[in-house]
């Protein structure tokens, strides 16, 4: 009998949960570096009762866990996640009155926009392309070519960790340069938007270059998960680490990508701990030379002992 830190089994969430309950799952085939050791569990809740029970169990007992979407903005480690992984896959709800649409927090941010600018409805257009869903766009308010996710948001729908069901409004919520101050620690089930009118035909034409700039910008022939550093106040990562001399360096397969000094990609088999490497190398250069305190846009899992920063 497989038993959980806090003593809850495997075969109690079973018995408990109507969801998927999956042991041992790799969590390298759930992330865009296709980088990482197995979770321990993975759970995947089949509505937001499922899940206030499973928050139940989890809380009541301690076990450690975290909630993960597309796998797009995170770096697990080689040895995984020890605890009970959240994969709100059910919740993919896509409901449109007219420019107003209800979306689901486990839709993928591309299809979701897709589906919305086959509608005609504008202003998602230029985040083409982003990886990850929908939960975790708006969890740091995702953004790309000066639009954000937030830009015509209405609320947000959370579950806090106490269980309880809330409705937070765009200025509720506290949206800033990627971040969500209100709903970060908290279950994001979906949320509500309305958007200008546009053509079908004009909206697929950004669409498209918006993705060819990507294609031409972004090393997106390696798994990688986008920008490693939030844009520090005044500068650009890129031309730093670039400035640097940092642009190709290698540790192991991981790599600064000779295409985009901001991003580190997977030239295959890369580990954790080589992207890690990496990760404190810039830090700690960009740190010496400039001053400038660099911080994580992606996060941290599985690292004992090692601060998200």
Do not use: M
């Given at each position: 009998m497989t038993q959980l830190p806090g003593g809850l089994t495997i075969e109690a969430l079973r018995?408990?949960?109507?969801?998927?309950?999956?042991?041992?799952?790799?969590?390298?085939?759930?992330?865009?570096?296709?980088?990482?050791g197995p979770a321990r569990v993975l759970v995947c809740p089949k509505d937001s009762e499922d899940l206030r029970r499973l928050n139940e169990l989890i809380r009541s007992r301690g076990v450690?866990?975290?909630?993960?979407?597309?796998?797009?903005?995170?770096?697990?480690?080689?040895t995984g996640f020890d605890g009970i992984v959240v994969h709100l896959k059910h919740f993919n709800r896509l409901e449109f009155q007219g420019a107003t649409v209800a979306a689901g927090a486990g839709l993928a941010l591309d299809g979701f926009v897709s589906q919305c600018l086959k509608r005609g409805l504008a202003g998602l257009e230029r985040l083409s392309g982003i990886p990850?869903?929908?939960?975790g766009a708006l969890r740091m308010n995702a953004?790309?070519?000066?639009?954000?996710i937030s830009d015509h948001l209405l609320e947000v729908e959370c579950m806090d960790f106490d269980g309880n069901r809330r409705f937070l409004s765009k200025s509720q919520v506290g949206f800033d340069y990627r971040r969500a101050h209100?709903?970060?620690?908290?279950?994001?089930?979906?949320?509500?938007?309305?958007?200008?009118?546009?053509?079908?035909e004009g909206l697929?034409?950004?669409?498209?270059?918006?993705?060819?700039?990507?294609?031409?910008?972004?090393?997106?022939?390696?798994?990688?998960?986008?920008s490693v550093f939030k844009r520090p106040p005044g500068h650009y990562t890129g031309r730093l680490v670039e400035d640097l001399g940092l642009k190709g360096t290698r540790i192991g397969r991981a790599q600064i990508s000779p295409k985009h000094a901001g991003i580190i990609v997977n030239l295959g088999g890369a580990k954790a701990s080589d992207v890690l490497g990496l990760i404190r190398l810039v830090q700690a250069e960009v740190l010496r030379h400039y001053g400038v305190q660099l911080e994580l846009e992606q996060e941290l899992i599985g690292f004992d002992g090692i601060e998200n920063v």
């Open positions: 018995a408990e949960l109507r969801g998927e309950v999956l042991e041992n799952e790799p969590l390298k085939d759930r992330t865009t570096y296709r980088i990482g450690p866990s975290f909630i993960l979407g597309g796998g797009a903005n995170v770096l697990v480690s080689d990850g869903t929908l939960g953004g790309a070519f000066d639009a954000e209100a709903i970060r620690d908290t279950y994001i089930l979906g949320a509500t938007f309305h958007f200008p009118k546009g053509t079908v697929f034409i950004a669409r498209e270059e918006i993705l060819s700039r990507r294609c031409e910008k972004q090393p997106w022939q390696y798994p990688t998960a986008g």
